[in-house]
């Protein structure tokens, strides 16, 4: 075949392979984007209510502990880890919320689903502030805090990732269909492996606020990924399943490589082929939620992830109502420490 040849609509969609873009009902022009009720789509709406019932703020983190673990407990390595993975997370939140603003939020005219957009660019803000709060608080010397935060131009492997997510932001040749598969890969699959690395510092027994923030962020980017699904599911003309496959696909080289080669697990003791096995297990179950068939057909190699997603939701709000009363930002002593 032809490498230069541009693919048949056949070959690129599924569904009503003949459907323009303007007549998506999710995406054609409507008076009707201003006004809310009657709900046209209730599954739609149903998952913004879920991601309203969820909202949390920076505030309710507490991270005296962690300050203590970051001196004392945790080992030069382990400190390279965390502070990498905080710096690509501080970066791609923002990229997350430039894609909503930019793109989607303009594209999409369903109300419900604009609904969730809103909240979602609200929470992305909030996921934001606390990765930057975090590095802002166990780091401790101002050029390498502006390195970390900087990390999309300082460090190589955060870029890559970033470029990426980036170029689908910017890309005017690709469908909506695509573009929604391009970005729950960002937030189903770059995420996992890193959330994963910090869950099993929780499992140490380490930095509670920081893994008690990636529970919650984990629990947001879950709901994200699962609407980006939702919505694609609604699509009348969705991108063919070789077409969603090659896009999760190179989403998966990337994130492997950034974990096992650029800034391995091994740095924090785990396994860098067990999770390589684990972001091909999270692949193919975005694909599946994509409608599109496994590809890596890979099982899950850590067992306590799945106890987190299971305890996930009501050791949130455990958790929140014995915080509640500490709601306040305030520095301890002269330094970086916060009681939040």
């Not at 606390?130 to 805090?145: G, P, V």
């Not at 492996?193 to 929780?202: D, M, R, V, Y």
């Not at 896009?247 to 800034?263: G, R």
């Amino acid at each position: 075949m032809d490498a230069s040849r541009q693919p048949l609509a056949a070959e690129r969609f599924v569904g009503e392979v003949g459907l323009s873009e303007d007549e998506e009902p999710l995406l054609a022009l409507s008076k009707r984007r201003f006004v809310l009720y009657p709900i046209q789509y209730p599954d739609i709406w149903k998952m913004y209510k879920q991601a309203q019932s969820s909202f949390w703020t920076t505030e309710e983190i507490t991270l005296s502990q962690d300050i203590w673990d970051w001196n004392n407990r945790l080992n030069d390595n382990e400190r390279h880890f965390v502070s990498h993975v905080l710096a690509f997370f501080a970066a791609s939140d923002g990229i997350v919320n430039e894609n909503l603003v930019e793109r989607f939020s303009n594209e999409v005219q369903a109300p419900e689903a604009r609904s969730f957009y809103g909240f979602q660019i609200m929470m992305e803000n909030i996921h934001s502030e606390t990765y930057s709060l975090l590095i802002d608080t166990y780091i401790k010397d101002a050029a390498q805090r502006e390195y970390l935060f900087d990390a999309i131009d300082t460090i190589p492997c955060v870029k890559k990732k970033a470029d990426w997510a980036l170029r689908w932001i910017s890309d005017k040749e690709s469908t909506f269909a695509e573009r929604l598969v391009a970005f729950a890969a960002v937030e189903g699959i770059f995420f996992s492996g890193s959330f994963a690395s910090i869950f099993w510092l929780k499992k140490r027994g380490l930095m509670p606020g920081l893994t008690f923030s990636n529970e919650l962020i984990s629990r947001d980017e879950g709901m994200h990924t699962d609407f980006a699904c939702l919505l694609f599911s609604h699509l009348r003309r969705r991108s063919h399943p070789n077409v969603v496959r090659k896009i999760i696909m190179e989403a998966v080289s990337i994130e492997k490589e950034f974990l096992t080669s650029a800034l391995s697990v091994d740095l924090i003791g785990m396994n860098a082929t067990l999770m390589c096995q684990y972001i091909e297990f999270v692949a193919d179950r975005l694909l599946e939620a994509l409608g599109s068939p496994k590809h890596y057909h890979t099982t899950n190699p850590f067992d306590f992830m799945d106890m987190i997603s299971l305890q996930g939701k009501a050791n949130f709000f455990e958790k929140r109502v014995a915080e509640y009363s500490k709601a306040s930002i305030r520095p301890s002593g002269g330094d970086n420490s916060r009681i939040l």
